[in-house]
T-cell receptor
Framework: ETGVTQTPRHLVMGMTNKKSLKCEQH?????MYWYKQSAKKPLELMFV???????ENNSVPSRFSPECPNSSHLFLHLHTLQPEDSALYLC??????????????FGPGTRLLVL | AQKVTQAQTEISVVEKEDVTLDCVYE???????LFWYKQPPSGELVFLIR????DEQNEISGRYSWNFQKSTSSFNFTITASQVVDSAVYFC???????????WGAGTKLIIKP
């Protein structure tokens, strides 16, 4: 089984909808990440969870709500999104060491289109 | 502030040519880590290599090779005898121990023409 899985792979939603993205890692890692990748823009880190605790929130709007019930699962709950939120959402996981350095392994991403 | 610069936005070569992708990591840290990832059209970011700042040995993996120059903080990536399947966006990233965050370059789109 692939190391990091994401569902759904594609999602189309209206601005009033509520949906959730799911990520699961099978690598035994202790940290998980959400990234946003928009066309023509650099990769943007959204959230970081370390041992299920959120350690990073890069000024992400509250219409994005992460949830990390355990070290293997990560969700991104979406509500009242805007068209500019259309992007590829990537999940990653890593094993943080004492230094905090890690190699991040990515899932295939969810392509989100907000109409 | 830390910064990763990939000066080449897009490179297009004909199959079997060699191609080098440039990456420069600006940091005040003496200890840091550099990465290369490949993103094919499917979207998944595939890890290629991780290099420590205190290890200046070049690395070769099949047709891929990486050249790290600590004096210039450059970590260039060369594909020898390129193939159409190498077409992708390649990202360089850096992690400085003082920042505790992986900093990404903007990516280089590589097009290999048959």
């Amino acid at each position: 089984e692939t190391g990091v899985t994401q569902t759904p792979r594609h999602l189309v939603m209206g601005m009033t909808n509520k949906k959730s993205l799911k990520c699961e890692q099978h690598l035994g890692h202790n940290a998980m990440y959400w990234y946003k990748q928009s066309a023509k823009k650099p990769l943007e880190l959204m959230f970081v969870y370390n041992f299920k605790e959120q350690t990073e929130n890069n000024s992400v709007p509250s219409r994005f709500s992460p949830e990390c019930p355990n070290s293997s699962h990560l969700f991104l709950h979406l509500h009242t999104l805007q068209p500019e939120d259309s992007a590829l959402y990537l999940c990653a996981s890593s094993q943080l060491d004492r230094v905090g350095q890690e190699t991040q392994y990515f899932g295939p991403g969810t392509r989100l289109l907000v109409l | 502030a830390q910064k990763v610069t990939q000066a080449q936005t897009e490179i297009s070569v004909v199959e079997k040519e060699d191609v080098t992708l440039d990456c420069v990591y600006e940091t005040r840290d003496t200890t840091y880590y550099l990465f290369w990832y490949k993103q094919p059209p499917s979207g998944e970011l595939v890890f290629l290599i991780r290099r420590n700042s205190f290890d200046e040995q070049n690395e070769i993996s099949g047709r891929y090779s990486w050249n790290f120059q600590k004096s210039t903080s450059s970590f260039n990536f060369t594909i020898t005898a390129s193939q159409v399947v190498d077409s992708a966006v390649y990202f360089c990233a850096g992690f400085g121990v003082s920042n505790y965050q992986l900093i990404w370059g903007a990516g280089t789109k590589l097009i290999i023409k048959p």
